[in-house]
């Protein structure tokens, strides 16, 4: 009996608001999950990321399998007790991964073989293996191994990759074993043809998963094409599985993410861009480097919930930026984490509310009108 279930509560439109039931808690869709690449979300407390609102959060195959490794993770008890976070954890498969880090990539049928980027020691990666590492790092959601290609790209090597990822789909489904603990997603692949990404949607759906994320995206495309491959696709996948729109992004793709029926994202962005000093806000964007905020005494903004945009000057988070002090990366990732999370729980409450079509517009207009 499978002990991750999705539910559907509500819909609107396209959009969607669910809840992902797993033996370490629910997961509230839409959802935003910070990504903690190697164990950690980079400069957050697991309770800090906690209390932002998060109920899921992401590690990373390449990454954990280079170090510590995965056998070493899970001798000391799986990610979850390694980290000492107890909630869900989605894990990537590691194929994005491999081809925009690793050195000395060679991908043939079997998988794909490369140099660490560390230290130059030699992994495969196949989606056997992938399996294996996400199941020994004990996570709750788990992805197949995919090829990902960068846009622009030829027709011929966007088929070529969808064609190989259903075959990876395949081997990465008889591989898991139909595991009962947790959930195994394929990945849509296409680019931006929608006969390719059709043919994806149908191929996976003739294997079976659990939930669909749609991969090949955020790899350099504009805005305007992505959001036209959502609206072709998410119609054409289950309704009642998770979808999952892969390293996506800032506020305003996930707004329009959701508008297109996508249930959950993840990016680095909020919490690196808090590391180079921006913070995000009810008004849009702020960049705190810059100068015109020295003898600025209004805290960032006096009516946000988030009592980190209410206790400091702006001055001051400026000066934490320009001086390179540790304690901006923790603040400014705090509050980029936790405006993300606002966002997609006010999300969520529109969609149960049928006023999804205002929220998008109040929330534009705010982002438009910035009182930065
Ligand atoms: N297995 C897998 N398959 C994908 O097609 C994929 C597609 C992806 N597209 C992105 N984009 C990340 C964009 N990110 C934006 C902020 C700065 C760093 C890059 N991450 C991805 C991860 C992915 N993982």
Sequence with gaps: MKQVTFTLSATDGMARRGRIDTPRGEINTPAFMPVGTAGTVKAMYPEQVRDTGADILLGNTYHLMLRPGAERVASLGGL??????????????????????????????RGVTFKSHIDGSAYELTPERSIEIQ????????????????L????????????????????????????QNRMLFGIVQGGDDAE??????????????????????AVGEPQEVMFRVLSDITPELPADKPRYLMGVGKPDDILGGIERGVDMFDCVHPTRAGRHGHAYTRFGVINLKNARHR?????LDEASPNPNCR??????????????????????????????????????????????????????????????
């Design 196 to 217: 390719l990404r059709s043919r994806s949607a149908a191929g996976l759906q003739s294997i079976g998963f659990d939930g669909y994320s749609i991969g090949g995206l």
């Design 80 to 109: 979850h007790t390694f980290m000492n976070w107890e909630r869900p954890i989605l894990t990537d498969s590691g194929g994005f991964q491999v081809m925009s880090l690793a050195k000395l990539r060679k991908l043939t049928e």
């Design 311 to 372: 206790r400091w000057s702006r001055a001051y988070l400026h000066h934490l930026v320009k001086t390179e002090e540790i304690l901006g990366a923790m603040v400014l990732s705090q509050i980029n984490l936790a405006y993300y999370q606002e966002l997609t729980a006010r999300a969520r409450a529109a969609i149960e509310a049928g006023r999804m079509t205002d929220f998008a517009a109040e929330t534009r207009a705010a982002w438009a009108a910035g009182d930065l």
């Design 295 to 299: 003898d600025d005494h209004r805290p």
């Design 152 to 179: 622009p790209a030829e027709r011929k090597e966007m088929e070529r990759a969808m064609e190989l990822s259903i075959r990876w789909a395949d081997r990465s489904k008889t591989a898991f074993n139909n595991q």
């Design 135 to 150: 199941t020994l790092l004990d996570s709750d959601i788990i992805m197949q191994l995919d090829e990902c290609i960068a």
